[in-house]
């Protein structure tokens, strides 16, 4: 990625920044470095239902611009507040399809390296215009409930209070 891209890529989150601060949100852009590989603009985001604090973190996902000339990819991810039970990682890998089948945008995945499970969704935005409220909006409301509506089906099977099939059986009828 070039000086110029990684700069445009600064510049472009500081005026998300403010657009989430319109919105309501309180954030904090956070600026690569050998901790961060990527610039980062964390969002607090509604807590869980049980109350622990979550945050979406938005960068550009880094693509070389002669690859996709014409596009901005604006990453939304969200880490959930739970570890998975190493015996329960195969268990929560086969209900992520079934979730992620029921999801209007973004995909569940176990985070690499972690016992953990993150969202993620990446945005397609045109390269030739300023990013505004309206592009993103409905997208964080999207982003942010997602995790709300699975994650307690998630952490009960990830930390084995309920077996795979309750798990599936309870999102096939929540979720018809």
Do not use: C, W
């Not at 945050?55 to 550009?60: G, K, R, S």
Request: hydrophobic residues 40%.
């Amino acid at each position: 990625m070039s000086e110029l891209t990684d700069a445009r890529y600064l510049a472009e989150l500081g005026f998300l920044e403010e657009i989430f601060h319109e919105l309501g949100y309180p954030t904090n852009l956070i600026e690569k470095s050998k901790q961060v590989p990527y610039h980062t603009l964390v969002v607090k985001i509604e807590p869980d239902a049980k109350g622990r604090p979550m945050e979406m973190a938005l960068t550009f996902y880094p693509v070389d611009e002669e690859d996709v000339p014409n596009s901005l990819l604006l990453q939304y991810y969200i880490q959930l507040p739970f570890n998975v039970d190493p015996q329960k990682m195969v268990e929560t890998s086969v209900l992520l399809s079934l979730v992620n089948n029921k999801l209007v945008l973004g995909h569940f995945s176990l985070a690499d390296n972690e016992n953990k499970l993150q969202f993620r969704y990446v945005q397609a935005l045109p390269n030739d215009t300023d990013i505004t409220t309206k592009m993103i909006s409905d997208v964080v409301v999207l982003v942010s409930f997602s995790p709300v509506l699975f994650s307690d089906v998630l952490e009960n099977l990830a930390n084995g209070q309920i077996s795979l099939v309750e798990a599936q059986e309870k999102i096939e009828k929540k979720y018809q």
